[in-house]
């Protein structure tokens, strides 16, 4: 299979795994093969342990235009779009979220639907200043989904959820970062660049503090300060037996650059 022909392209980085969406025509929205590369290589990652973070962009000019309308099964009385989010979309959020290394997202262009609910799910989202995110589900009568319902109001506040979600009106790169669901918004000139580094950064963390950072945000979304307390606490309890804890302490006593285990050179 040729490169214009794989739907995801996958590149080893020192550190990080970078994987671009690859359906330049049809604006990297999502097929069954899609959703199958990009799970298969999520697996990957997270089994390797030279990998210490992900990058998860799109090739050509978007990010990704959600689900592929073209794809059989998806209109008519025997569609099913439980079962097409099931096996396909969901599956993809809950992995991104318990993988338990940094998933950053840069997205150039258009992120429209379950695009950009999965721009929205990564840990560290980055934007072009022009890039365009749209709820479009509203368009064709549908309700945001791929936990967009979820992540909207926690990032940007109940009413901009709520007329985000019922407008499906798209705002910019900029916008979004103004709106807090994106970290950053930068010049499209610059947005890889900006996405590489800081997956580089990333990637001489170190990677037990970044996977218990995951777990204990994800939790806090349930639970309440005290059980969140003594997660915190359980966390810090194996964290502080480390080598990375070790490494750290010894480094900062001795004012040079930390070395963390496993980290690039």
């Known amino acids: 299979m040729s490169e214009a022909e794989t739907p995801l392209l996958v590149e080893t980085r020192p550190g990080y795994r970078v994987l671009t969406l690859n359906r330049p025509a049809k604006l990297n929205a999502f097929d069954a093969g899609l959703h199958a590369a990009l799970g298969a290589a999520l697996e990957e990652a997270a089994a390797d342990p030279a990998c210490r973070a992900v990058l998860l962009a799109g090739a050509g000019r978007a990010f990704c235009a959600g689900q592929d309308l073209a794809e059989p099964g998806l209109t008519g009385p025997e569609a099913d779009l439980e079962a097409v989010l099931e096996r396909g979309w969901n599956r993809l959020v809950r992995r991104i979220r318990s993988l338990p290394k940094p998933v950053v997202c840069a997205v150039q262009g258009m992120a429209a639907g379950a695009g950009a609910s999965i721009a929205l799910a990564c840990d560290i989202t980055l934007a072009a200043e022009d890039a365009r995110f749209a709820q479009a589900f509203i368009k ?98 194996d964290l502080g037996r480390s080598r990375d804890f070790a490494e750290g302490v010894a480094a900062f006593q001795q004012k040079r650059p930390a070395r963390f285990e496993g980290a690039p050179e």
């Open 140 to 237: 064709i009568g549908l309700v945001p989904d791929s936990g967009a319902t979820w992540t909207l109001p926690r990032l940007a506040g109940p009413q901009r959820a709520r007329a985000l979600a019922m407008l499906g009106d798209p705002i910019s790169g900029a916008e979004a970062a103004q709106y807090g669901l994106v970290w950053r918004a930068v010049p499209a000139a610059a947005l890889a660049e900006e996405a590489h580094a800081l997956c580089a950064r990333l990637a001489r963390l170190p990677a037990q503090a970044l996977a218990a950072i995951k777990q204990a945000l994800e939790a806090a979304e349930g639970n309440t300060l005290d059980a969140q307390l003594g997660l915190e606490a359980r966390l810090q309890k």
